[in-house]
């Protein structure tokens, strides 16, 4: 039985066995891809980003349990950008292991840098292609730190969340502001901690700076939305971000979060917006593929000797890279 | 008279306007970029990376003090990759203005992250050889956060620093693990504070994890490496990462930190490093045009609606993305 078959039937070591070939960017890898590719679509893919110290895993964790509740089969994927570490479940691992070990329905895979960035979000899209072709329900995908790969990852799924904490400190919540903006639910955890007045209220102002055509009010519980007038192409209705708190380490909050989640997924469905945000990953995906085959055909076309002469002539300044370029490139 | 005549005459109006015109990576940008090559590979890149609240803006300003005291030149590109603002003095402008401002020696740019962040690190490196050909000596690339943006600049500079501080908590020192494989010198800012050992002490034993065939002690302020026996390709001179504590805000350990970054030039100058680092950078740039360049003649080639049919043949899983990569590339 071929490796994918064995995918298909739901066998975790073939599974494993998949993924490592995945990540590695193998031959046998890039086939079996190509074999499970018309089994993908159906996962709902969670994003998970938020600084350090916001407790990201210990949430993942639970949102994991919120779902093997319902049977959902739930796979985690751990990604770090700034880690060696690839392989196995490094992120966070002991919270996980002791709740969701030994449960067949949750696989969990942590994934670091190796390479590019470009090349980390294209594995990380590889790896997910593979869960959902497994049969997972529901993919969550964590990512560490507030830069380009959490943007990238966010790219990858249907619902965002952003997770702070109070008490992090005014610097780690500027850094934010381009985080924010892809966010679809912002997650305050430890809620139960001194400081989250304060952290709702600032997530709030953010938010009314990322969404200036919406303002937001919290009122009482009860939440208002005030419109400034619509062009003609924004009828359609959008999404707001909604703030949740959660005391993740407690349980507390995760199902109130597990329902603002699915009411994400209607408006998706709703909308066509999970159809078009399906659309964009798949196009990204084949233009990375492209550019990769065309720079290795032109490569292949150039003598390496060839090529490092020009490189020293850019080197010493005797073409711009522009110029050589030209002289390459017809 | 040509904008890149201006620049090279160190016309400060006409650098803005140039930077503006890089940044947008306009027609008008890229043909000076050309003009202006020739004329740069003089200055020392200086990164300069880390975590929010470890006083990165403060070193960064009082690093650009030491050098104008010798009388260089001292441009500053405050890099944020999930900020949405471009353009001016964003980055601790308030800080740097107070010493800096009215002093024409010193140009100060911060840059946000738009589009891809490949496109970041190209644009970065576009200004950088702006800065470089319009004779600044020193050029301090500054980055906020921990991640693969973080990578991407530190192979633009010669030399990167990674600056730490006490009493930042684990995760945050946890998520340096990558980082400090770019790292030359290893600052410890706000040394006055309670905690530097504890900060250097895993700083160091980080360090012993990342060069694991040396080993550093520091003995009573005395440096001391004992080597595992080398490979034979190993036999040329290697650098060890040095830790230095500053207190930045004082002005206190930004001499010795500058001795530190003198020693490593001395360094890469003296093993061919610095070349090698240049002759990288330069490909790294040539091979992103190329495959810019081939992928918009790929698009050209293809109509739209080609390429439009192909997308959505993968979207109704009719193809996946390797089929239509074989279609379409012979």
Redesign the interface.
């Known amino acids: 039985m071929s490796l994918s078959q064995a995918v298909l039937n739901q066998d975790r070591l073939a599974l494993s066995r998949l993924l490592t070939r995945v990540e590695n960017d193998s031959e046998e890898g890039?086939a079996a891809?190509?074999e499970l590719?018309?089994h993908?679509?159906k996962a709902h893919l969670i994003g998970v980003t938020g600084a350090?110290?916001t407790g990201k895993s210990t949430l993942v964790n639970q949102l994991a349990l919120h779902y093997r509740k319902a049977e959902k089969r739930v796979a985690i994927v751990a990604v770090?950008?700034?880690?060696?570490f690839t392989g196995g479940a490094v992120l966070g691992d002991r919270v996980r292991m002791r709740d969701l070990y030994g449960d067949k329905g949750v696989f969990i895979r942590s994934m670091?840098?190796r390479g590019?960035?470009?090349g980390?979000a294209q594995t990380t899209a590889a790896v997910v292609q593979v869960f959902d072709a497994a049969g997972f329900d529901v993919i969550l995908i964590e990512t560490?730190?507030?830069?380009?790969?959490?943007?990238?990852v966010a790219r990858l799924a249907h619902t965002t969340l952003v997770v702070e904490a109070p008490g992090l400190?005014d610097?780690?919540q500027?850094?934010?502001?381009?985080?924010l903006?892809i966010a679809d639910v912002l997650v305050i955890n430890k809620a139960d901690r001194p400081g989250v007045e304060n952290t709702e209220r600032a997530l709030r102002g953010m938010l009314e700076l990322a969404h200036p055509t919406r303002r937001v009010f919290q009122h009482h519980g009860q939440r208002m939305v005030v419109d400034a007038p619509p062009k003609a192409e924004e009828q359609q209705p959008i999404w707001v971000p909604e703030i949740k708190r959660v005391t993740a380490k407690d349980g507390i909050g995760i199902a109130e979060l597990g329902e603002t989640i699915a009411r994400h997924v209607a408006f998706l469905r709703a909308g066509g917006e999970w159809?078009a945000r399906?659309?964009a990953q798949?196009?990204a995906?084949?233009?990375a593929?492209?550019?990769e085959?065309?720079?290795s055909?032109?490569l292949a076309k150039l003598s390496p000797e060839g090529y490092d002469a020009?490189?020293s002539k850019?080197?010493a300044?005797e073409r711009?890279?522009?110029?050589?370029?030209e002289e390459?490139?017809q």
Do not use: C, H, M, Y
Not at 80 to 84: A, G, K, Q, V
Not at 320 to 325: D, F, G, Q, R, T
């Open positions: 890039r891809l190509n590719f018309p993908t679509g350090p110290g770090d950008p700034s880690s060696p670091a840098s590019s960035l470009g980390l560490v730190g507030a830069g380009q790969a959490e943007v990238d400190g610097d780690i500027a850094i934010k502001a381009g985080i903006e159809a399906e659309r798949l196009q995906t084949f233009d593929l492209v550019q085959k065309l720079f055909q032109f020009l490189i850019i080197v300044r711009s890279p522009w110029e050589a370029l390459v490139i």
